[in-house]
């Protein structure tokens, strides 16, 4: 049973660029959150996508963006890059509609930018 | 504002020497508390939900525990592949529409053989 894969692993940017990382939630979910982990912090929320809509956005500029498909991935998109994007960015996936279920994480990208 | 406070932020063990790490919340109705398992370079591995005040959850060496304040998790005689860092979550029950879960920052434990 595959659990929550993310790619790419890691990855190096430079200001200004523009990011896409991607998520294929376990099998059987079909909500996907995206979380940022900076280095020594627990994770914080960006969004939750479920029926391919953004249902819920944490306090992350509109340079956040994301995309869920019709088979449940995801993807979250940065644009232009500041220093401080650099992060670990974790994709976690669940099933709605199933009572409360925990969110299973995928072991992220870390993104550096220079 | 949900907030989730862990302590200590480090603690270290001899193996087989018993402790508990705190996680202290504020949120606005609890709809439940997480607790999290994370390795370096590895993304958080989920161990329990707690849903309500005197609910305990127990798995080998841990057992957690909640109250309407803080759970507790407490780690008997540990052993070092108990090494990790330990994240606290609070999903909050009110308003239909929030699904987010809001982190402490973790308690990094560190088991001696």
């Known amino acids: 049973d595959a659990g929550v894969t993310q790619s790419p692993t890691h990855l190096i940017k430079t200001r200004g660029q523009q990011v896409t990382l991607r998520c294929s939630p376990k099998?059987?979910?079909?909500?996907v959150s995206w979380y940022q982990q900076a280095l020594g912090q627990g994770p914080q929320f960006i969004f939750q996508?479920?029926?391919?809509?953004?249902?819920q956005r944490g306090n992350f500029p509109d340079r956040f963006s994301g995309h869920q498909f019709p088979n449940y991935s995801s993807e979250l998109n940065v644009n232009a890059l500041l220093l401080g994007d650099s992060a670990l960015y974790l994709c976690?996936?669940?099933?709605?509609?199933?009572?409360?279920?925990?969110?299973?994480f995928g072991d992220g990208t870390r993104l550096s930018i220079l | 504002e949900d907030q989730v406070t862990q302590s200590p932020e480090a603690l270290r063990l001899q193996e087989g020497e018993s402790s508990s790490l705190n996680c202290s919340y504020t949120?606005?109705?609890?709809?439940?508390l997480f607790w999290y398992r994370q390795d370096p370079g590895k993304g958080p591995e989920f161990l329990f939900t707690?849903?309500?005040a005197g609910e305990e959850k127990e798995k080998e060496r841990l057992k957690a525990t909640l109250t309407k304040k803080e759970s507790f998790l407490h780690i008997t005689a540990p052993k070092p592949e108990d090494s990790a860092t330990y994240l606290c979550?609070?999903?909050?029950?009110?308003?239909?529409?929030?699904?987010?879960?809001?982190f402490g920052k973790g308690t990094l434990l560190t088991v001696n053989p």
């Open positions: 979550a609070v999903r909050p029950g009110s308003g239909g529409s929030n699904y987010k879960l809001t």
């Open positions: 996508y479920y029926e391919e809509e953004e249902r």
């Open positions: 949120v606005s109705g609890l709809r439940g």
């Open positions: 976690a996936s669940s099933l709605s509609h199933a009572g409360l279920q925990p969110q299973h």
């Open positions: 099998s059987g979910h079909d909500t």
């Open positions: 707690l849903y309500s």
